[in-house]
């Protein structure tokens, strides 16, 4: 079984300020998914990467495949930034494990 | 708007009664899933439809009971449920290709209240 822990739980920030929220999974993976959860449910998924990193306006996402690891990185954080960021596992086709989830505060 | 849709978004029923959830995808996808997400824990798979058949159930009661009539319609019927069943209960879609599955599109959630 695979394990998806990430790092911080909880996280508070000023605005404007650099984010890094850490992803580490426990078996090889093809590709790892970060997701955000907005207060209300609603999932969007942010990121599928299997190598390297990937950019989307302000949120970077960084893969290590041989440490397995994963970072997200926001940049110029922003009150709507606020969220839950979730990193998950596609395991073997689409039997996803799922971290527990960082929950971020941007403080105007 | 994901292109997932999900009814009803909020569920009050009592341990007696039926009823049930739906999703709806727009996307072309040939993958759904239902998810139950309680609090302080992970997203917790329950089934996974791939092409209409059902490829996981992953340890769930017989109180929960899905349908997938075609690829964009997924249900998960609910009857004589317990308190601690109550929790957001999340649909996704996706494309799997091969063994490979592509990006997760979720519904807004049901969020399920079992009194």
């Known amino acids: 079984k695979n394990e998806v822990e990430q790092s911080p739980q909880n996280l508070t920030a000023q605005e404007g300020e650099f984010i890094t929220i850490n992803c580490s999974y426990s078996?090889?993976?093809?590709?790892l998914h970060w997701l955000q959860q907005h207060p209300g449910g609603g999932i969007v998924s942010l990121f599928m990467?299997?190598?390297g990193k990937k950019k989307h306006g302000r949120l970077i996402a960084t893969i290590n495949i041989q440490e397995k690891h994963s970072s997200l990185h926001i940049t110029a954080s922003h009150p709507r930034d606020s969220a839950v960021y979730i990193c998950?596992?596609?395991?073997?086709?689409?039997?996803?494990?799922f971290g527990t989830g960082t929950s971020l505060t941007v403080i105007p | 708007e994901t292109g997932v849709t999900q009814t009803p978004r909020h569920l009050v029923m009592g341990m007696t009664n039926k009823k049930s959830l739906k999703c709806e995808q727009h996307?072309?996808?040939?993958?759904m899933y239902w998810y139950k997400q309680s609090a302080k824990k992970p997203l917790e798979l329950m089934f996974v439809?791939?092409?209409?058949?059902?490829?996981e159930n992953n340890s769930v009661p017989s109180r929960f009971s899905p349908e997938c009539p075609n690829s964009s319609h997924l249900f998960l019927h609910l009857h004589t449920l317990q308190p601690e069943d109550s929790a957001l209960y999340l649909c996704?879609?996706?494309?799997?290709?091969?063994?490979?599955?592509?990006?997760?599109?979720f519904g807004e959630g049901s969020r399920l209240t079992v009194l």
């Open positions: 996307l072309g996808h040939n993958a």
């Open positions: 996704a879609s996706s494309q799997l290709t091969g063994t490979q599955t592509g990006e997760l599109f």
């Open positions: 990467l299997s190598s």
């Open positions: 078996v090889g993976i093809s590709a």
């Open positions: 439809y791939n092409f209409k058949e059902q490829t």
């Open positions: 998950a596992d596609p395991n073997t086709g689409n039997q996803f494990y």
